[in-house]
């Protein structure tokens, strides 16, 4: 291995890392959990707030991450009173989980922010080059669980 191409590769993968901190502090929540609480918004089914029973596989498998990471997520989203869990009332072995008037606030301007510096980054990245980035990181990432990297610690 070309030691100068390492080197390039894991600077580009710590200023990527920095690029996706800068973009949850932007818009206030970790990125991870602005999916869960938009997720969970978008569930809407009972009277007028958003209540949903959270479909965790599916949550999962959108971001990556394992059932815990999942629980962890809804946890800080707890502590942060953007969501109350409580039993569901037509099923007791659910729970239902309903966004406050805090996390519906923090949800539409976390929205706002995300949606600004994501029209900011694609004027000066360039639609073209924002497609072709998109595409290279599928790849890599297909390649990577491919060869289980993705499992290894």
């Not at 100068?4 to 920095?18: A, G, N, V, Y």
Request: proline content about 2%.
């Amino acid at each position: 291995m070309k030691n100068s191409l390492w080197e390039e590769f894991f600077q580009s993968m710590m200023c990527f890392k920095k690029l996706e901190s800068a973009f949850s502090l932007e818009c206030e929540m970790q990125m991870n959990e602005m999916a869960i609480l938009q997720d969970i918004l978008g569930g809407c089914s009972c009277s007028e707030k958003a209540c949903t029973n959270l479909d965790v596989p599916k949550m999962q498998e959108q971001l990556k991450i394992s059932k815990p990471a999942v629980s962890y997520i809804l946890n800080t989203l707890e502590k942060k009173h953007y969501i109350v869990r409580e039993i569901d009332a037509h099923d007791r072995r659910k729970i239902s989980i309903s966004t406050t008037p805090e996390g519906r606030s923090a949800a539409m301007h976390s929205r706002e922010r995300c949606e600004a510096v994501w029209t900011e980054l694609l004027e000066n990245f360039g639609e073209d080059n924002m497609r072709t980035l998109i595409d290279l990181l599928n790849t890599l990432n297909e390649l990577s669980c491919s060869l289980g990297l993705d499992k290894k610690k």
